[in-house]
């Protein structure tokens, strides 16, 4: 998505253009000039998506996948104990590979290794419990975390005042170009949306979010959407 900054850049964001169009009857060209509003939405997230590892290594591959299966299912119990859903718990992904043993000079010993990874995915619904989940996974056997993502259930009613927050903004500025050029507004000719994609902003550390303080330190911060409209109006 295109970001849209105040300040210097807006002429370049904007690109405010005059141009000659065919009218739709194909007679007389018509003017028009195009715009690009932003509004902004901030929302505290009220979900985190968390993506964490469980990867074992034994020279019996049987001996590996039950290691592993034993540290994923500590883990699964571990995440539902914190608050996590059944239905809110996925497995992403599991592997199984092997590589085989050198020497000191790079020589293959004829011995293997085999490599288990079992990943899971899970949301958390309830944002202050994520530091002791966290500490709770962690101790029952995950040995990665891959990734933590805070969102928002639904950002819809936020998105919608955002959406007019857009179209209030890119009428006042191409009311104050076709002003500046002799010209009257007229109606949109064109209108499209840039889809909107949260960017995470940061906030100071809490150290267990009241789950206790021996958790893992987290911080869900502040998502911002922002929405762009392209909107072309007619001149007149």
């Known amino acids: 998505m295109a970001r849209n900054f105040k300040g210097a850049a807006i002429v370049l964001a904007l690109a405010v253009t005059l141009s000659a169009c065919s009218a739709a009857g194909g007679g007389a060209g018509q003017r028009t000039v195009s715009v690009t509003g932003t509004g902004t939405a901030r929302l505290t997230p009220d979900i985190v998506v968390i993506t964490l590892g469980v990867q ?114 890119a009428h006042d500025q191409a009311s104050q170009l076709a002003n500046a050029t002799g010209a009257q507004l007229g109606p949109v000719f064109n209108l499209n949306e840039y889809s909107p994609v949260p960017v995470q902003q940061y906030a100071a550390p809490s150290f267990g979010k009241g789950g206790g303080g021996g958790g893992v330190p987290t911080s869900p911060g502040t998502l911002e959407y922002q929405v762009q409209l392209y909107i072309v109006y007619s001149l007149r």
């Open 56 to 169: 074992t290594e034994d020279e019996q591959v049987a001996k590996a996948v039950q290691d592993n299966n034993a540290r994923a299912s500590g883990v699964i119990e571990a995440v539902k104990a914190a608050g996590v859903a059944p239905a809110d718990i996925q497995t992403s992904d599991f592997s199984v590979s092997s590589q085989s043993k050198f020497d000191p000079l790079g020589n293959p010993t004829g011995e293997v290794s085999y490599f288990v990874s079992n990943t899971l995915t899970f949301t958390l619904r309830d944002i202050p419990k994520l530091g002791d989940l966290l500490q709770a996974a962690l101790e029952s056997g995950a040995n990665t975390v891959q990734n933590v993502s805070y969102s928002v259930a639904d950002p819809s009613e936020a998105l919608d005042k955002a959406r007019l927050e857009a179209i209030q903004d």
